[in-house]
């Protein structure tokens, strides 16, 4: 059927064929992603269709079919699997073609990036993910030509288990040159097309390499190679002059070195495969430098207060009251003493004590004649009494005998 229809058109709500259109996943310069149901299976997919336009090119639409079902036959873990390629009607009666492949539960790189740099060690983990399934769709003759962040899907970005899968078919090319309509318009993305591809030149597998460091570059650097107008975007991948990617970063210069290779106009210059350039790359951020900005400068530990002497006196931590020989003395506010220990309060001053007094020993005590109390009296009394008593009674004793 004819009728009109633009990508710009949002089908969500909608029927397209045998699937229910039930929202926008995102949009690109010759096709629309949605998030769908297929009826007939009862599964969710992920629904590529194609721009109107397209569609009424029939060495387009005949090639598109062709490449999509050999790309069909790429069975590799990091690979969006296509469940089915087609056309159908869409509410306006405009034939549009479409491409069903599995639905992936979570960002593309495009969004991770999302205008900052991803960490190296993250960056590498995903695009080896990425060059391993690239290398397999070499392997199978191919040539992807699209290669690009908002192609490549990460499943598990939330829970730190990143699954790469490398998507979107729909230009994949056996054959001599680059995609283009019949009436010469290019087809891809030229923000990151090799030079040759937007040519119309030959390509081949070293065409995804370069797409590739393009890649590269955009997750360290935050952003693509080349800004501006597709006009200059276009005339700077022609020229070749690859900005650095460090941009004040310490990435050291062994990633630029590689970038430049990678994203070479001369293909031959390009390394010799996927995982290669991704093995190059780590190998380049390895060899960075450590970071020197960023970190916080420690504050100056107090000056420690002396524990005795001069209380004026204030010894630098760390610092000796001994210099060594033939260096001066640092500076301080007063004469450098103590030991870094903390303070005591000052000792009182010290007084002479008051002479001691020596007590003469205690009179001997008298317990007195029935062993009670204390007598002042003097000690010879007790035998003057005691003859006297014996006197008494001999006189006694006498007179009784006479």
Do not use: W
């Not at 990435?251 to 001369?266: F, H, N, W, Y």
């Not at 005591?344 to 317990?367: F, G, H, V, Y």
């Amino acid at each position: 059927m004819t009728g009109t229809s633009t990508t710009s058109e949002d089908l969500t709500g909608s029927s397209f064929g045998r699937f229910r259109i039930e929202g926008l996943i995102g949009r690109g310069g010759m096709s629309t992603v949605y998030r769908a149901t297929d009826t007939r299976l009862g599964r969710v997919v992920a629904l590529k269709v194609i721009d109107a336009a397209l569609a009424r090119d029939e060495e387009f639409r005949e090639r598109f079919r062709d490449e999509a079902r050999n790309t069909s036959a790429v069975d590799h873990p990091h690979v969006v699997p296509l469940y089915d390629v087609d056309s159908a009607d869409d509410p306006h009666g405009a034939t549009r073609l479409y491409i069903a492949m599995r639905f992936v539960e979570g960002p593309d790189l495009a969004a991770l990036v999302g205008g900052r740099p991803l960490a190296p060690e993250r960056t590498l983990r995903l695009l080896d993910q990425v060059a391993d399934a690239l290398d397999a769709v070499h392997d199978h003759g191919l040539v992807h030509l699209d290669v690009k962040p908002a192609n490549v899907l990460v499943g598990g970005a939330t829970t730190g288990g990143d699954h790469a899968y490398l998507a979107d078919f729909g230009l994949t090319h056996r054959g001599a040159t680059g995609h283009r309509t019949r009436g010469g318009d290019f087809l891809g993305s030229p923000t990151f097309a090799a030079p040759e591809h937007l040519r119309g030149e030959p390509v081949d597998a070293r065409t995804d390499l370069y797409s590739l460091g393009c890649v590269l570059y955009a997750c360290l650097a935050g952003h693509a190679p080349y800004r501006g107008t597709v006009t200059e975007v276009i005339d700077a991948h022609l020229a070749g002059d690859v900005p650095s990617v460090g941009h004040g970063v310490a990435l050291g210069p062994g990633i630029d070195d590689l970038l430049r290779r990678a994203m070479s106009v001369d293909p031959d210059r390009r390394p010799g495969s996927a995982r290669g350039l991704v093995g190059e790359a780590r190998t380049a951020l390895a060899r960075r430098p450590l970071p020197t900005t960023g970190r916080v400068a420690r504050a100056a530990p107090p000056a420690v207060p002396p524990r005795g002497g001069n209380p004026h006196a204030v010894r630098t931590p760390g610092s000796s009251p001994h210099p060594a020989p033939g260096r001066p003395r640092p500076p301080a506010r007063g004469p450098v003493v103590g030991n870094g220990m903390p303070a005591r309060a000052p000792l009182p001053p010290r007084t002479t004590p008051p002479p001691r007094r020596i007590q003469a020993p205690a009179p001997p005590t008298d317990l007195g004649a029935f062993g009670g109390g204390r007598s002042g009296g003097r000690p010879f009394l007790v035998p003057v009494i005691a003859g006297a008593v014996l006197v008494v009674l001999v006189v006694v004793l006498l007179v009784a005998l006479l």
